[in-house]
């Protein structure tokens, strides 16, 4: 289906006129037919003008007013004939129908949300079969999924779109709006399950064989960026085009995420103590150089292992060291 753009519609002042004016000149004629003839009035012209009074109103179903960033899309007898995508008072064949599948969807996005329902419904109505061409936003609900290593996480996105091709919207797909969430969470599974939660050895997140430090948690741009070139494959035929798609919500599930929780404590303790031990290992190296430089005193091999032993445990204890003096020989 390709969209075809119609221009030189915009006559519909002109047409709510005529018809006005059109209603005035019946009116006056039922009048004058009626009452105005000296022979008894006049049947015929009361007859028609009674016609026109009846007939006339026709031409309103096809007087259309559009707002920017609004589209009407025109079928004439089932038979897709235009869109007007410009905004003014236009007039069409009073016998089209506008189409617009997804007019009463109401899903969690920018265009119909609300938090009162009778609100959204009220917006929905407003904005009947109109087509809307505004950047809109997606909200999907949050998805529980298994990352590249099996772990449940919970994660949320936000997809900003907006509607490139009328045509292929309303006719290409059943309802456009729930199509692109469908889409959107199959999308996201794909994506996340190439991922760890936090970078893991031996992955290989990008598909070149070779083992890199991709993670949800800490390539949120570069995942953003994969989940929204997936959700743009599949709803091309749709005729909408994805803007941007941003992670919204990340977590561990609830199931595991206190186990997770231990685990990230762990490695933080271990991280620390292999950093303290590196710290005091380098000091008492330096402290037994600068002994040794400076002949302070003499130490045998077994001397300086002891001495070695005590400043380690000094250094890398979690409480203060309680020194013991040695008031008498050092031997």
């Not at 009846?54 to 589209?71: D, Y």
Request: aromatic residues 6%.
């Amino acid at each position: 289906m390709k969209e075809k753009i119609l221009t030189g519609k915009k006559h519909g002042m002109s047409a709510l006129l005529f018809s006005l004016l059109l209603y005035a000149v019946a009116i006056t004629g039922i009048i004058i037919g009626a009452f105005m003839v000296e022979d008894g009035g006049n049947p015929a012209l009361m007859i028609v003008s009674i016609i026109v009074v009846s007939t006339a109103w026709i031409l309103w179903p096809g007087l259309h007013v559009l707002k920017p960033q609004e589209a009407l899309v025109l079928t004439l007898f089932g038979k897709y004939i235009g869109t007007i995508n410009e905004p003014g008072f236009y007039f069409t064949n009073p016998f089209c129908s506008a189409v617009n599948p997804a007019a009463k969807t109401i899903l969690s996005q920018s265009a119909d949300i609300s938090t009162n329902p009778a609100a959204a419904n009220i917006a929905a109505a407003e904005l009947g079969k109109k087509m809307s061409l505004k950047i809109m936003t997606l909200n999907n609900s949050r998805q529980k999924i298994n990352d590249c290593l099996g772990n449940p996480i919970e994660i949320g996105i936000a997809v900003t779109w907006k509607i490139v091709d009328t045509a292929k919207a309303a006719f290409n797909v059943d309802n456009y709006k729930e199509f692109l969430s469908l889409q959107c969470d199959s999308a996201l599974r794909n994506i996340v399950r190439l991922y760890p939660y936090d970078a893991a050895p031996d992955v290989d997140t990008t598909g070149d064989g070779i083992a890199d430090d991709g993670s949800l948690r800490g390539s949120s741009d570069i995942v953003a960026g994969r989940i929204r070139d997936e959700i743009q494959q599949r709803v091309n035929e749709a005729g909408i085009e994805i803007l941007e798609a941003r992670i919204t919500y990340l977590a561990y599930a609830t199931e595991i995420a206190a186990v997770m929780l231990q685990r990230q404590q762990a490695s933080a303790i271990i991280d620390a103590r292999k950093m303290i031990v590196d710290g005091a290992v380098g000091m008492v190296e330096m402290a037994l150089e600068r002994l040794n430089e400076n002949q302070v005193v003499t130490l045998d091999e077994e001397r300086k292992a002891a001495m070695v032993s005590n400043l380690l445990v000094v250094l890398c204890g979690n409480h203060d060291a309680q020194p013991i003096v040695n008031s008498g020989s050092l031997y």
